[in-house]
């Protein structure tokens, strides 16, 4: 017994080692995309229940009530967000070890295991707090059940399991990731190949197959009906007009390059996945060995087209990795899951295809050659797959920005400190799918506001505050005279955000509250539907040259949030935008800057919005006194808030503010 299975239990153990160690830790933070699903899973145990999730362009639901499930048991947090894809990306060796000896022989699926333990793809894709990590272990189970089917030893009842697990694996394929809708079509066309090539088999597996395809298309038939009413929720189709519109208009060389760069990002450095979120960019999938073996499992399988296990293994790795042959080689790292397994089970039959020969050849030697061989290989393999992934790619500066590192050492900071009342939060992400949803994963219900500081600040109910203010986003120069420094948290030199400050803001400190001719200035205390009143409004210089850029001060008190525009998906907000419009003559906008960098989503009763409005005049403009507008409209359908009067009637969409001053250059 412990002959026959310790092996793939070593191997098993040694893959969850790996892709537990340091797991909260590395990576370094969260992309928006893992802290989306986080907060969707939050959500979930709130009692939000979708049947597919709007955020991160449009979200199979699988995932997030699967994390949903596991913080139930282990708390809202970090761990059970990544904890998922853990257990998933151990599970698919096993399953794919499984399917490889009944499909090729022990050797092989011995060596798959130990590749997709050992190599930087799937141990990342273990270690991401994404959806797509679900794939590769329900495509394998539903390869596993669909060749269960190719055998004849089956009795009815077992022939009625296997297709319905093969329907129900294909089902849940379908509620994870978008390039499931592509790669169930492998079963298919292995029966068109049966058809074609091993007809006594197709014979035998055409009715099993579509009944299997049947209940699958009938348990995901809800999902597409859903989208088909609330087609706001999937926006990631789009990704694939451009290729495919080049496609039906003649042009090929677009698709052409895509598919070649998506071919060579698997063997050639330099060519491999640029998005270094999940990557080192450039990074092939196989270093140089495992490239070769990989070729000449390719080959392989080419040459022993007619064997069906050859087949369907090619054909598994040709429809897994479909989009990315029609998006080409970015982001192949998610958008290829379906194929891993059969991935690294292409170097496996390339190195035993070459092995073999040797140890038929020369016996007596052949045997020891070939456990160096493969023994030298795997430790060469997991040595880089080390270096390349826990050194330089998890503490890569460049890597622990794109996890908004800075922001997620600001959260333990806060924490440590157990900080009574609001926290302002400067980032250049502050909206509401961005760095918040980090925010509520790692500090859960904290009472934070949101804003970018290089341009607005919001002062929680109008009164003092503390604010984190990061390298990347530091105070504008107008709001200096609010803060008062309290504190600076440094982190690593080399980081691309490689600090904060601690300030404290003094809502009495404002120069503009003492300035009477501000408060009677023109637009001052107008109210936009009872939801927002506009304090204060002034032009930081007196004039500006044309070329320059004309900074407009305006200070908004919440009254109503409810009232600053409709909710919106995908976050299911408000979603509103300041702008600001300098008029010529003609009445016709001269300049403009449309903008809110402290996002409406977050605003709450008494909040006060201060918002630099930075307005580009033409080189061309002509000196003079210019009138100017503000005003708020709504993002999505563009309808600006009403100006009300005294009685609550809608007088006007627009403020006049004070006019700017154009001069000539000096």
């Not at 496996?348 to 456990?371: H, I, S």
């Not at 502050?430 to 949803?437: L, M, Q, V």
């Not at 600076?488 to 503009?512: C, E, G, I, K, Y």
Request: proline letters at 8%; glycine letters at 8%; aromatic letters at 12%.
């Amino acid at each position: 017994m412990w002959k026959r299975n310790g092996p793939i239990l070593l191997i098993l153990l040694l893959a969850f080692g790996l892709r537990l160690a340091a797991l909260t830790s590395l990576p370094p933070g969260l992309t928006h995309d893992e802290a989306n699903h986080g907060r969707e899973a939050i959500g979930i145990l709130d009692g939000i229940l979708l049947f597919y999730f709007p955020l991160n362009y449009g979200s199979e639901p699988l995932y997030s009530y699967v994390v949903a499930g596991f913080m139930a048991l282990l708390g809202e947090g970090l761990l059970a967000l990544r904890l998922v894809n853990v257990m998933a990306g151990t599970a698919v060796i096993a399953a794919v070890y499984a399917w490889a000896n009944r499909a090729f022989d022990r050797r092989v699926a011995l060596v798959t295991a130990v590749l997709l333990a050992l190599s930087f793809w799937p141990l990342a894709a273990s270690r991401e707090a994404l959806r797509a990590g679900l794939l590769p272990l329900f495509m394998t189970l539903a390869v596993w059940f669909f060749w269960r089917l190719f055998g004849n030893r089956l009795s009815v009842n077992g022939k009625r399991s296997a297709v319905i697990g093969f329907g129900v694996c294909v089902a849940v394929t379908l509620h994870i990731y978008l390039a499931a809708r592509v790669a169930w079509l492998l079963f298919p066309l292995f029966l068109l190949y049966l058809l074609l090539v091993h007809r006594p088999s197709f014979w035998r597996m055409w009715r099993p197959t579509l009944a299997g395809l049947l209940l699958a298309a009938l348990l995901v038939t809800p999902m597409f009906l859903y989208l088909e009413r609330y087609p706001y929720a999937l926006t990631r189709l789009d990704m694939l007009d451009r290729p495919l519109n080049d496609l039906r208009q003649g042009n090929l060389l677009p698709l052409a390059r895509n598919a070649a760069g998506a071919l060579l990002a698997f063997v050639w450095p330099g060519q491999g996945d640029q998005f270094l979120a999940y990557n080192i960019p450039g990074r092939p999938v196989f270093e140089v060995v495992t490239a070769v073996f990989f070729l000449i499992g390719v080959a392989v399988c080419l040459w022993r087209w007619r064997q069906p296990n050859a087949a369907f293994l090619l054909l598994w790795f040709g429809m897994g990795i479909l989009p990315s042959l029609i998006t080409g080689a970015t982001a192949n790292t998610t958008r290829n899951l379906a194929a891993l397994p059969a991935v690294f089970m292409l170097p496996a039959v390339g190195f035993w295809a070459v092995f073999n020969g040797l140890v038929a050849r020369w016996p007596r030697y052949g045997r020891w050659v070939t456990a160096v061989a493969l023994t030298v290989w795997l430790l060469w393999v997991g040595g880089n797959t080390i270096n390349d992934y826990f050194i330089r790619w998890g503490q890569s500066p460049e890597v622990r920005g794109a996890y908004q590192r800075n922001l997620v050492e600001a959260l333990a900071y806060l924490d440590s400190q157990a900080i009574d009342g609001p926290v302002l939060l400067s980032t250049v992400y502050p909206g509401p799918a961005h760095d918040p949803s980090i925010a509520l994963v790692l500090a859960g219900d904290a009472d934070f506001r949101w804003t970018d500081a290089r341009y607005a600040l919001v002062l929680p109910g109008g009164q003092d505050a503390l604010a984190v203010i990061p390298a990347s986003t530091p105070l504008h120069p107008a709001f200096a005279e609010l803060a008062q420094p309290q504190e600076t948290v440094t982190l690593r030199p080399d980081d691309l955000d490689p600090s904060f400050d601690l300030v404290q803001l003094d809502a009495s400190a404002m120069p503009w509250i003492g300035d009477t001719a501000a408060w009677t200035a023109p637009g001052v205390g107008v109210n936009l539907n009872d939801a927002v009143t506009l304090r204060y409004a002034g032009w930081l210089a007196e004039s500006v040259v044309p070329g320059g850029v004309a900074e407009l001060l305006t200070i908004w008190q919440v009254y109503d949030p409810a009232r600053v525009g409709p909710i919106v998906p995908p976050a299911f907000t408000t979603d509103v935008v300041m702008f600001t419009q300098v008029l010529g003559v003609d009445g016709r906008p001269l300049a403009q800057r449309d903008s809110l960098e402290a996002p409406s989503w977050g605003w709450q009763r008494g909040d006060v919005i201060l918002q630099i409005h930075a307005v580009p005049i033409p080189t061309d403009a002509a000196p003079g006194e210019y009138p100017a507008i503000v005003g708020i409209y709504d993002r999505d359908s563009g309808v600006r808030l009403p100006v009300l009067n005294e009685t609550g009637a809608p007088v006007d969409d627009k403020i006049t503010v004070s006019p700017l001053i154009v001069i000539r250059n000096p």
